[in-house]
């Protein structure tokens, strides 16, 4: 499941953070969640390969505007360096962001959220 593997991948290289994905849990304050979302379609190759292009978001959430922005700009450096790399099995050609971190509005105890969002290219099957 692409989540799960993004989120543990996330998890080995930034032990400091608390993450999720699916579901942005309460608690933690400080948390980071990974979501789904349609992509492009995918590829099949002359070999019967299928090359997947799923989205991900990133929320990060938190109580201090600059701490969620430095956990964003982490995520996409280690995020943007994965090329030909298997990840929990999967072979990932390639995770790329797609624009810079923007707010997301709508947590009432006012605390700061911030989204990211990439392109994924991957093996799949």
Do not use: C
Not at 26 to 52: C, N
Not at 64 to 86: C, G, M, P
């Amino acid at each position: 499941m692409m989540l799960k593997e993004i989120r543990d991948y996330l998890a080995t290289a930034i032990t400091s953070d608390s993450f999720s994905y699916g579901y942005m849990p309460d608690e933690p304050i400080s948390v980071v969640t990974l979501y789904e979302y349609a992509g492009k379609p995918p590829e099949f190759t002359h070999d019967g390969k299928k090359l997947g292009h799923p989205g991900l978001q990133v929320i990060a959430r938190g109580s201090d505007y600059k701490l969620v922005r430095e956990r964003l700009e982490a995520i996409e450096a280690i995020l943007n360096a994965v090329v030909n790399q298997s990840i929990g099995g999967t072979v990932y050609q390639r995770i790329f962001a797609l624009q810079s971190a923007f707010p997301v509005p709508g947590w009432e105890k006012g605390h700061v959220r911030l989204a990211q969002n990439y392109g994924i290219e991957r093996t799949e099957g």
